[in-house]
């Protein structure tokens, strides 16, 4: 599976962006999609995770600001993120689980938010 994603930038405090990972292969056949985040010296986070059945959970810094979603016709999740703020900053990976034990990830995309 090759995850690829898209959508970062440079934007300012409050505005909004969304976040792509397109699947090369079929979304509503994982048990999981999640984005996770990472800034330098620091472990990578859990920021929002959809599961097959299309529950969703979110780290308590987006709750509120961040929706994830998934479109299986088109094999993308996304990541709607509202009121932006510095601490946001971070690359953005997309992670797929397709099995209890296997899961790909994206290469990232970069969002910085400036006060």
């Known amino acids: 599976v090759q995850l690829v994603e898209s959508g970062g930038g440079s934007v300012q405090a409050g505005d909004s962006l969304r976040l792509s990972c397109a699947a090369s292969g079929s979304t509503s056949s994982f048990v999981s999609m999640a984005w996770y985040r990472q800034t330098p010296g620091k472990e990578r986070e859990l920021v929002a995770l959809i599961v097959r059945g299309g529950t969703t959970g979110y780290a308590d810094s987006v709750k509120g600001r961040f929706t994830i979603s998934r479109d299986d016709a088109k094999n993308t999740m996304y990541l709607q993120m509202n009121g932006l703020k510095p601490e946001d900053t971070a690359n953005y990976y997309c992670?797929?689980?397709?099995?209890?034990?296997?899961?790909?990830w994206g290469q990232g995309t970069q969002v910085t938010v400036s006060s």
């Open positions: 992670q797929a689980r397709v099995s209890l034990v296997t899961t790909f």
